[in-house]
């Protein structure tokens, strides 16, 4: 059990390796039975981590930690890997959604499986990996491993104008990557001539302390990789691409996963790394997120297609997870990494709702269908779950997320949340609208008539998300617990030198953080 | 009774939704509507023994809470699922599952088209949804469990105004309630941010909490009349228009007429439409901080009132005649508790509940036995062939237009009133001095003559006369603008006793619901005043003051209103039963064409909301957005970035896949380099 960890990090490679190395036929079960064996292998880490291990940013903080152990001594670059709260939340995620990708896949990847499946676990182990590391330089290997499964998926398995997206969003994240590796490098120097000695430990790091010009820089690199990743308007274009032209199981591991890498990036790394510019530009952030939302639901509203739809729809919802974020309260902040959660599920499940009328039907023209309801039932009610899930109505998970990003991010950003608390009537009008014209309605084309219901299967993968739906709906409680902890350490950290700034501009504090 | 078993009052709805779920299609319709009317019986039972437990001790028990778990936790958001039964909560309750259990078994008897026998387990199940959905908005002790069942009705409204959802017409009805009524949920949260944050370290969304706060620390939002407790009052009523339909938000509500009329009794006249007034009594103590709130409440319930009442006027549709019907009555309600008689407009929330549901319960009878048909102007006759449903709708009919001794009498008589008498002080939305309450009470007694005269036209061309009908129509829809000829078909006849029982009770309750809270010019011992000296408790930290005007005023002013309703219901008589020949002749005679055309067309509001509004939005949203913003001004910079990246890959290589991966390495190179460089200069 020492090394838990690593075990649930690296078993997806090493399943990926056997895929590559499989016959056809058994590369499938092979997947199935590595991403099932990872997800139980994290099970554990749930039961593990124990929340109220209380103590400043420091290594008691992080659980189940490995290391350091020595990788590139010169530059005090190590394995070390290790989770908090909110790192906990996101392995899980990934490791149940995972498997229910690689059940997802085997009805819609025909061509290549093996070398599908083991993109997709490799693709695992970089997102575990950057959420594990505690090492900025090992966080980077993961960061990049996660760009070359993923260009792959699209590239090879993608729609007709695959080449394209996946050139997109390599381009994009590269740019990105490229930038934050920049500042991860100067991060490195900038320690060495502070304390002395080369380390590329994140709670090393935590101690540099920069000027506030050279910290601006260096936050806007990390910030760009982080926003082109989340992402966040106006760099969010290679998304809707990327979406519309990934098969399915591409898509909902790039929702439901990747997206958050960037939002986790900036809480674990850009944020506590430079606190001051953090705050100096939380109101362009906020507002950035802001207009995201509102823009990012106005344009879904107007998609034919009802995959860009919900691509688009990614945006707006991912604006939420920022403007929470940015709220610099343990309200926003909770509340952003539960919707990041929230994001996953709702938004994974409807690409695969998308991806099993498009199995059936090879079209995702909106116009395509209408009056679902009436031939295929179980589908409907599925969608119609998850389509109040994704508008957040109070009771199902959607809610709790949303409710407290806005109402933490409210105290700091009014104005900027006023304009994305706009979304909860926008949400509304573009899933309902799209809903509408799915399901309701009459039924007039007869290959619409005669569509199969959710089968077995279908049902099986779906059934997780479902459950999780309601359950982080009815009982918050434990998801938050988890986190809060970590969420407050992360923010004494965030918010103790704008603090002690705040205080030596203005002999009289005003409001504050709470 | 022990608090504990208040959980179970909003448990047996939901356990009879999931159990007509899980049975689906093995539930016929006398099954799936007899567990759903059983489950909302036995609620109704606890409902009522919580309101006797509380009405007993005099006083002495404040209320009954019950936690069952803590729900959210996270900084200062605690809350929990617990439900609290004070007062108010209690009468609510009783009225929710009292007439919902009325309707349940009504709709048991109306749901029996054979085209719906495979989906009236779906329609159950919503309504026992709805009922558990509103019990946690009433009975929920803070604002996020009570934004859940504020949420959770407008959910089941959705689902059940379009649950002919093969009607397109009928799905877009269902997403329009929705939307509008997001919108005032925008304003709802916005309001409940800036009360959560200006308590500061006192923080809580526990209502009881909140008024402990707030009457010990009103400076916390600003005090009394302070701009932030007006601020928050007033985003927190815009909640309350989108959800009790008022202007701008009341658009919603008449198209919602497109569910089945159960529904539209249960949720869009008794129940879920009165939540906007049931919080803004639940929050009395702090509206009544912001007199300019209080104010604008009150004048947006007696234009509302108004407005509906012109629109009602000229409509043949029996169902959209209600509808506007229900905006006028809820704007009554809303003038109630806008100048400050929280209990009268509460009191017209409960008469109101027994007289409107019966009205729709009737309607529907109407339009079951005239097999779908909604167009008034093909009835007529019909009390000779439904005594028990025309007997009790004309019950329901004296109570609306307020004829002495009903209920609908007390209730709106103690509204206007109260509106008279109020201390201009206390609605200071044109200053202190400004007659704002004598003016609101004349809108409110023209209203309530304009009340008379279209209930009075609704009952006439429906009952009286001669029966105009043709046979009904099958597709359930339920606009008939332009007249179809065609000869008798089925003659109508009385309903089922599982349809009129429902009927027979709310016709005594409409009758006598006046017993609640008798005037204090009739004095029969623990009656009068009842009701009101049974809520003073929930309404003590909100104290308002009447004697703006000489009280000897008050019955010669309810004499002048009642000769006003005399006068429209006898104009009524003369133009559609004494007259019915030259109805149209007499309606261009007496109203100039504009006005009529107008009323008709509901005012033209949807049209003016979908040009100004909604067309613009999804216009900038297409054209501009999307085709520009996204497509030209990011996309564009960027695939100029893709073409140089290609052009590289095309120097060093073909397209394969290994060139992307040796570009990639090599830009990935070259990156590193510049950085090594740029310390190396940096020094």
């Given amino acids: 059990m020492d090394h838990l960890l690593t075990i649930v990090t690296f078993l997806p490679l090493l399943g990926a390796v056997a895929c590559f190395l499989s016959p056809e036929g058994t590369a499938k079960a092979v997947a199935l039975v590595t991403a099932l064996l ?36 010169d530059l005090g670059i190590t394995y070390t890997v290790g989770i908090d709260g909110i790192a906990l939340l996101l392995v899980l995620l990934t490791t149940m959604l995972t498997p229910v990708v690689i059940v997802a896949s085997t009805s819609s990847v025909h061509k290549k499986v093996g070398q599908y499946m083991g993109f997709m676990l490799m693709l695992e182990t970089g997102m575990l990996g950057s959420f594990v590391a505690l090492d900025t330089f090992l966080f980077y290997v993961f960061w990049e491993l996660m760009l070359i499964p993923m260009y792959f998926i699209i590239g090879l398995w993608g729609g007709p104008n695959r080449i394209y997206a996946a050139m997109k969003f390599f381009i994009f994240t590269l740019v990105g990557s490229l930038l934050m590796l920049v500042a991860i490098l100067s991060m490195f120097v900038f320690h060495h001539q502070q304390l002395g000695f080369w380390s590329a430990s994140v709670l090393d790091l935590y101690n540099v302390a920069l000027p506030y010009r050279t910290e601006l820089w260096l936050f806007a ?81 107007v998609q034919d297609d009802v995959k860009k739809l919900v691509a688009y729809s990614s945006v707006s919802h991912m604006g939420v997870v920022m403007l929470g974020l940015f709220a610099f309260n343990v309200e926003g902040v909770s509340g952003s990494v539960y919707q990041m959660l929230n994001h996953g599920l709702s938004t994974g499940a409807l690409f695969l709702l998308v991806g099993v009328i498009y199995e ?34 109070p009771g199902l998970n959607g809610f709790i997320g949303e409710a407290l990003s806005l109402l933490g991010s409210f105290d700091t950003h009014p104005v900027a949340t006023v304009v994305g608390t706009s979304g909860v009537i926008f949400g509304a009008v573009y899933m309902l609208w799209m809903v509408q014209r799915v399901v309701f309605g009459p039924l007039t084309i007869q290959a619409n008539k005669e569509m199969p219901d959710l089968t077995l299967r279908e049902v099986g993968y779906l059934a997780p998300l479902l459950v999780l739906i309601v359950l982080m709906g009815v009982a918050p409680t434990p998801f938050l617990a988890k986190m809060e902890p970590s969420v407050e350490r992360v923010l004494v950290k965030i918010n103790a030198e704008v603090d002690l700034l705040a205080e030596r501009q203005q002999p009289t504090p005003v409001g504050g953080a709470r | ?85 004070d007062p108010l909560t209690a009468v609510m309750m009783c009225v929710v599952t009292g007439v919902g259990a009325l309707i349940h078994l009504y709709s048991v008897g109306y749901m029996d088209d054979p085209a719906d026998a495979q989906s009236t387990w779906r329609f159950f199940a919503y309504l026992n949804l709805f009922v558990f959905a509103m019990l946690l908005l009433i009975m929920g002790d803070n604002f996020l469990l009570m934004f859940v069942g504020w949420e959770g009705v407008g959910l089941c409204s959705y689902l059940l105004i379009g649950f002919w959802y093969k009607n397109t017409d009928f799905a877009k009805a269902g997403k329009k309630a929705f939307i509008t009524n997001r919108v005032g949920d925008f304003s709802f949260l916005i309001g ?42 007033l985003l927190l009523f815009g909640g309350a228009t989108g959800k009790s339909a008022q202007i ?31 919080m803004i009594s639940r929050l009395s103590f702090l509206f009544a901080m912001a007199p300019v709130a209080m104010g604008v409440i009150a004048t947006v319930g007696a234009l509302t009132a108004l407005f509906a009442a012109t629109i009602a006027m000229t409509q043949t549709d029996i169902k959209k005649v209600l509808a506007y019907s229900t905006v006028s009555q809820l704007g009554y309600m809303f003038l109630g508790v806008g100048v400050g008689a929280f209990t009268a407009g509460f009191f017209h929330v409960v008469t109101h509940a027994f007289f409107k549901a019966l009205l729709f319960l009737g309607a529907g009878a109407v339009i079951h036995a005239m097999h779908h048909e909604q167009d008034m102007r093909k009835m007529g006759g019909l009390l000779s062939k439904m005594k028990i449903t025309g007997g009790t709708m004309l019950v329901a009919w004296l109570a609306i237009i307020g004829f002495p001794g009903t209920s609908g009498f007390f209730s709106k008589d103690e509204i206007l009133w109260l509106t008279f008498a109020a201390d201009p002080a206390q609605l200071a939305l044109f200053g202190p001095e400004f007659p704002l309450p004598k003016l609101l009470w004349i809108i409110g007694a023209i209203t309530a003559a304009m009340t008379a005269f279209y209930m009075s036209r609704l009952v006439f061309m429906t009952f009286f006369g001669a029966h105009r009908g043709g046979h009904g129509h099958d597709d359930g829809h339920g606009h008939h603008d332009d007249a179809h000829g065609h000869g008798h078909g089925h003659t109508p006849h009385e309903v089922s006793p599982l349809m009129w029982a429902p009927l027979a009770v709310l016709a005594l309750l409409s009758l006598g619901g006046g017993l609640l809270n008798l005037p204090h010019w009739i004095h029969v011992e623990g009656l009068t005043g009842a009701l009101h000296h049974f809520l003073e408790p929930v309404f003590a930290a ?33 133009l559609y039963v004494r007259n019915p020949g030259d109805l149209v002749q007499t309606k261009d005679e007496l109203v100039p064409d504009l006005l009529y055309r107008g009323s008709l067309h509901k005012w033209w509001v949807d049209e003016l909301y979908e040009a100004t509004l909604i067309k613009p939005i999804v216009l900038v949203s297409r054209q501009v957005l999307w085709a520009v913003v996204d497509a030209e001004l990011v996309d564009g910079a960027v695939n100029g970035a893709a073409k140089a990246m290609r052009r ?24 590193t380099a510049v950085i090594v460089f740029a310390f190396a200069v940096g020094g």
């Fill in chain 2, 248 to 278: 701008p938000l009341f658009v919603w509500l008449p198209d919602a007429m497109a569910g089945p009329t159960p529904v539209s009794a249960l949720i869009h006249a008794a129940t879920m439409v009165t939540s906007g007034i049931y």
């Fill in chain 2, 1 to 85: 009774m022990n608090p504990a078993l208040l959980g179970l009052v909003p448990a047996f709805p939901l356990f009879g939704a999931i159990l007509i779920a899980l049975l689906n299609r093995k539930a016929s319709r006398v099954v799936a509507g007899g567990i759903a009317t059983l489950m909302v019986s036995m609620s109704a039972a606890l409902s009522f023994w919580t309101l006797a437990t509380l009405w007993s001790s005099h006083g002495a028990l404040e209320s009954l809470h019950h936690r069952l778990y803590e729900w959210i936790s996270v900084g200062g958001v605690q809350v929990d699922i617990a439900f609290l039964a």
């Fill in chain 2, 192 to 233: 409940l941010f800036m009360l959560f944050w200006a308590l500061g370290d006192q923080a809580t969304l526990s209502f009881v909490e909140l008024k402990g706060t707030l009457v010990a620390q009103p400076e916390l939002v600003g005090g009394h009349g302070g701009t932030l407790v007006t601020a928050i009052a």
């Fill in chain 1, 221 to 301: 690199a990390f910030a760009v990789a982080f926003a082109i990743k989340v992402p966040m308007f106006p760099v969010h274009t290679w998304l809707p691409d990327a979406h519309v032209q990934a098969p399915t199981g591409g898509s909902v591991i790039l929702a439901g996963v990747l997206l958050k890498l960037g939002t986790f990036g900036f809480l674990r790394y850009a944020m506590p790394l430079f606190p001051q510019a953090t705050h100096a530009m939380g109101p362009l952030i906020a507002g950035l997120a802001a207009v995201g939302i509102v823009y990012g639901a106005l344009v879904a509203m």
């Fill in chain 1, 360 to 393: 059936r039907r090879h079209t995702r023209l909106i116009s395509e269908y209408g009056g679902l309801a009436t031939s295929v039932p179980k589908f409907s009610f599925v969608l119609l779950l998850v389509t109040f899930s994704s508008i957040g109505l």
């Fill in chain 1, 38 to 73: 990872t997800f139980a292998a994290s099970i554990p880490l749930w039961f593990l981590y124990d929340p109220a291990a209380k103590g400043p940013l420091s290594w008691e903080t992080f659980q189940l930690v490995e290391g350091p152990y020595p990788w590139i001594e």
């Fill in chain 2, 648 to 671: 590289i890959s095309e120097v060093y290589g073909e397209l394969a896949q290994t060139g992307r991966v040796q570009t990639y390495a090599m830009v990935l190179a070259a990156g």
């Fill in chain 2, 542 to 574: 909100a104290p308002m003051s009447f004697d703006g005007a000489d009280s000897s005023l008050e019955l010669p002013l309810m004499g002048l209103t009642l000769l006003m309703i005399l006068t429209s219901v006898f104009i009524a008589w003369y």
